[in-house]
Structures are given as C-alpha cells and as structure tokens.
C-alpha cells in the first residue's frame, strides 16, 4: 500500500528567504526592506533617494539572491526535528518556485542543512504541478504545505482532497500575507513548527 505524502514547499517554510534578501539588499545595494504596508512590490525603497524599487528590479535582484546568495538562508527554527518526525510516517517533497535550472541548487542546498528530500521546481500556481505529483506517487493521502495564500487556493481547485496548511514561519512577513485558511483555501493556518508538526501528524492518521 503506499504511504502518505507530504508536499512542502521551502521558502519561509523550511528555510528563511526574506530576512537574508533583506540583509543583502541592505549591504550590496543601498536597498531597504520593509513590509510593513503589505505590499511587497512597493516593500524595496532605495535609501539614499527614498524612491521605490521598480518591480522588475526587484526580480532581477530576487533571481540574483538565487543564483549567488542562497548559502545565506538558514532552516526556519524546528523544520529539520519536524521533517525528521514527518518521514518516519510520510514520504516527503518539496515544491518550490524556481526556474528549473536552479533545481540541482536547491536540492543540494537542503541537504546541507539535513534536509535531503527530492525537489521538483514550478512557476506560477501550483495546482498542476501538485497533481502531476500526485499522479506520480499515488499516495494513500496527501497534504501540502505553502506560505502564500494563492498557491492553496490552486490547489484547493485543482486537487480538493488533499489537505492544505498556510504556514509562513517569517515574522516580517506572516502579518501582512493573506490568509488562506480564512479565504476557505487552506485547512489551517499555523506558522510555527512545534504547532504544525502535531496537526500534521494528526491530519495524516484522521
């Protein structure tokens, strides 16, 4: 019989992203962080001028933090104890935003900090890339972890059965994101993993 399958995603979920792109936008280029108007398109201001960091730039430095600056993420506090926990009744994933030449990097880059799960990269709505999972492990249950709210309301649509939980472990951020959970796309919303390992161990077994 196959086992359940867990699909989490990495950023703000296993490993800090916004803190260290914070810091290094501070450092390299003159760029301050704030999402304090939860917006995070008009969150970059550049400090000597004041003005806002177009959008396009802002992708342009988030695909340059990829490419040379992931060695300054670290594990979100209880990720590595909690995945551990999880295999020992799971098999586990992870599904995360990347152009897919950055997929050897990101799998190698969890390993290093002891998390050494098969990673499949996508871009935009996760729903598909979910169910293509799905059709590939046939799991006897599944439940998907993510910290952007549009990610669960994909896959609510597209895959309805499998359980969802909005986890977003960044303080900066998980005030100021949209909450799937009270959208009716996730499950729960918990975003700390001594909460999330219990409801997830539960939700494996109810």
Not at 16 to 28: G, K, S
Not at 29 to 40: A, P
Not at 54 to 83: K, T
């Amino acid at each position: 019989m196959s086992r359940p399958l867990v699909i989490s995603d990495c950023d703000e979920v296993l490993l800090y992203m916004v803190a260290p792109f914070r810091d290094w936008l501070a450092e390299q280029h003159g760029i301050d962080f704030d999402m304090g108007g939860g917006d995070f398109a008009r969150s970059l201001t550049y400090r000597d001028s004041g003005a806002k960091v177009e959008p396009a730039e802002i992708w342009r430095l988030l695909n340059r933090f990829f490419d040379d600056e992931m060695h300054r993420q670290s594990p979100v506090a209880g990720a590595i104890a909690a995945i551990a926990a999880l295999r020992e009744h799971a098999d586990l994933v992870v599904l995360t935003n990347l152009l897919d030449h950055r997929q050897q990097a990101r799998t190698r880059q969890l390993a290093e900090h002891g998390i050494d799960l098969r990673v499949f990269t996508n871009q935009g709505p996760k729903g598909p890339a979910l169910q293509a999972i799905l059709d590939e492990y046939r799991p006897s249950r599944a439940i998907f972890i993510d910290d952007l709210a549009q990610h669960h309301g994909s896959v609510a649509q597209v895959a309805p059965h499998v359980g969802r939980l909005h986890l977003c472990a960044e303080p900066m951020l998980a005030p100021h994101i949209d909450c799937a959970h009270r959208a009716g796309h996730a499950h729960a919303r918990i975003d700390s993993w001594s909460e999330a390992l219990p409801w997830l161990l539960g939700k494996l077994y109810d």
